[in-house]
Structures are given as structure tokens and as C-alpha cells.
């Protein structure tokens, strides 16, 4: 037992407060990864179901086909299903 009670409730505060601090990490981390796991939003990339300026998704770097060729496919950054004649700001070329 210490002997100054002040010192021990101070004590106490401050681990109470490393406790919330790290539960605040872990859950940070785990909505991070859930967003990834998910993907980013259609509508925080402008997604839409047609092309724009010739650019469709089926000749995207990103694109995951669907079982024929104009079936809805998967998108390795955005999410939900992806029409092969979609576009989003982050198309980019299949190299
Ligand atoms: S990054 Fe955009 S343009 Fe490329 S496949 Fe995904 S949704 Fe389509």
C-alpha cells in the first residue's frame, strides 16, 4: 500500500487511460481493415455504369471479370459488383 493516496489514484487514472488508448487502436485498426477487406466506395470514386471518355473497367488494371465477358465483375479497390462497361476516377490502363 503506497502511502500517498493521490499518488495511487493518479497511478490508476493513467492506467485506466492506456487501457482506453490501446482498446481505441485495436479498433481502429480492425474498421481500417474492414474498409480494405471492403473495398472503397462507388460513390467516393464517381463510379458509374457506363464509360467516360472510351475508358471502361473491363480495361482497367483493377478489373475482376465476372463469368462472361458482360457479366458484373469485382474491382480490386472499389466495391460491390462492377459492370465491365463501368468507369471510376481510378481507372488506369492494363499495362
Ligand atoms: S478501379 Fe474503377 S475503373 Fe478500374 S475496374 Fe475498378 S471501378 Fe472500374
Not at 487511460?17 to 480492425?30: F, Q
Amino acid at each position: 500500500m503506497s502511502e500517498n493516496p493521490k499518488f495511487d489514484g493518479r497511478r490508476d487514472l493513467l492506467k485506466k487511460a492506456a487501457g482506453i488508448s490501446a482498446a481505441i487502436a485495436v479498433a481502429g485498426v480492425a474498421v481500417t481493415q474492414s474498409a480494405k477487406a471492403a473495398g472503397m466506395a462507388q460513390s467516393a470514386v464517381q463510379y458509374q455504369d457506363k464509360p467516360k471518355d472510351g475508358h471502361r473497367c473491363d480495361a482497367c488494371a483493377l478489373w475482376i471479370p465476372g463469368p462472361t465477358p458482360t457479366a458484373k465483375g469485382k474491382c480490386k479497390a472499389v466495391a460491390g459488383a462492377i459492370d465491365p462497361a463501368g468507369w471510376c476516377t481510378l481507372w488506369s490502363p492494363k499495362s
